[in-house]
């Protein structure tokens, strides 16, 4: 008899980061939908390679991709009066509640009562603090934030080594265009 696989929402905010996640979600047994919410990348082309690397991504780990429209204004008025804060700042805690939000409204329209996010793969990003903001919002939805650090048992360096061998885009910075200074 097969073992029916629980349905996961997985935030991802792009194919590097995302890679292992999927892959470690699925041989746990997931079904994982990526869901790609970010309107915080800037500009519109990088948003553009980014995604496309994520649908290159998805379709080789047979995971169904959500792509959710993107408007970059979403992103500048949540995190208006915060533009001139640092990296790891209040900003990118604001970011971070914007897209962990949207995942949870998305996981609860479609029934589906747990989500996480590939966020938490960087080594530049704490995950205490996603994990935090990821438990706050579920428990306002009524949902599961399921807390994987995906960096334990040398999970970047496994993303890195998918990303290389599927020759994903790679960007240079988190995305929005304050990170870029």
């Known amino acids: 008899m097969e073992q029916k696989k629980d349905n996961i929402i997985l935030h991802t905010c792009c194919a590097i980061c995302s890679g292992y996640p999927i892959s470690y979600l699925q041989d746990t047994g997931y079904k994982v939908i990526a869901y790609f919410y ?14 496309d690397a994520e649908r290159t991504l998805c379709k080789h780990f047979g995971c169904e991709l959500v792509e959710e429209i993107y408007n970059p204004e979403e992103f500048y008025s949540y995190v208006k009066g915060l533009e001139n804060e640092p990296e790891k700042g209040k900003r990118c805690d604001k970011c971070f509640e914007l897209r962990l939000r949207k995942t949870a409204e998305f996981a609860k329209k479609t029934g589906i009562n747990k989500f996480t996010t590939s966020i938490v793969i960087s080594p530049h990003k704490s995950f205490e603090k996603l994990t935090a903001i990821g438990e706050d919002i ?3 939805y009524d949902l599961e934030y399921v807390a994987i650090d995906f960096k334990k048992k040398d999970g970047f360096l496994k993303t890195n080594r998918i990303s290389k061998e599927l020759g994903l885009y790679r960007q240079n910075y988190c995305g929005c265009k ?4």
């Open 38 to 51: 970010n309107p915080n990348i800037y500009p519109d082309s990088e948003y553009e390679k980014r995604l």
């Open 138 to 140: 579920a428990k306002e």
């Open 178 to 181: 304050f990170s870029l200074r």
